[in-house]
């Protein structure tokens, strides 16, 4: 099993910066994706950037956060991330972190994902 935590998620104003951190413990060796997803009340969980994990060649963004956020991971240190800069009120959201068991043929959808963290709220106002 692996438990992931994240952290780091505010109130911040719009144009502003936020570096969410998602930290893996357990049985990480088989990790293949580690991902982000955001979900605001009412609606559906959306996919927002994933790395490869063992060497993060690899990284994958949604249309509407790229150029903005970017994904890394510490290996040494079980952790990853997920930099945010020119935060949107449309960034507000409770941002998750998960982790396939294996492989996996694409990062995208939610169901690939074997593991997930509680959340943290990012609130970004006007």
């Known amino acids: 099993q692996v438990q992931l935590v994240e952290s780091g998620g505010g109130l911040v104003q719009a144009g502003g910066s936020l570096r969410l951190s998602c930290a893996a413990s357990g049985r990480t060796f088989s990790t293949y994706f580690m991902g982000w997803f955001r979900q605001a009340p009412g609606k559906e969980r959306e996919f927002v950037a994933a790395i490869t994990w063992s060497d993060g060649s690899t990284a994958y963004y949604a249309d509407s956060v790229k150029g903005r956020f970017t994904i890394s991971r510490d290996y040494a240190k079980n952790t990853g991330y997920l930099q945010i800069n020119s935060l949107k009120p449309d960034d507000t959201a409770v941002y998750y972190c998960?982790?396939?068991?294996?492989?996996?043929?694409?990062?995208?959808?939610?169901?690939?994902?074997?593991?997930w963290g509680e959340g943290t709220q990012v609130t970004v106002s006007s």
């Open positions: 998960a982790a396939t068991r294996g492989w996996r043929r694409s990062p995208l959808p939610g169901s690939e994902y074997d593991y």
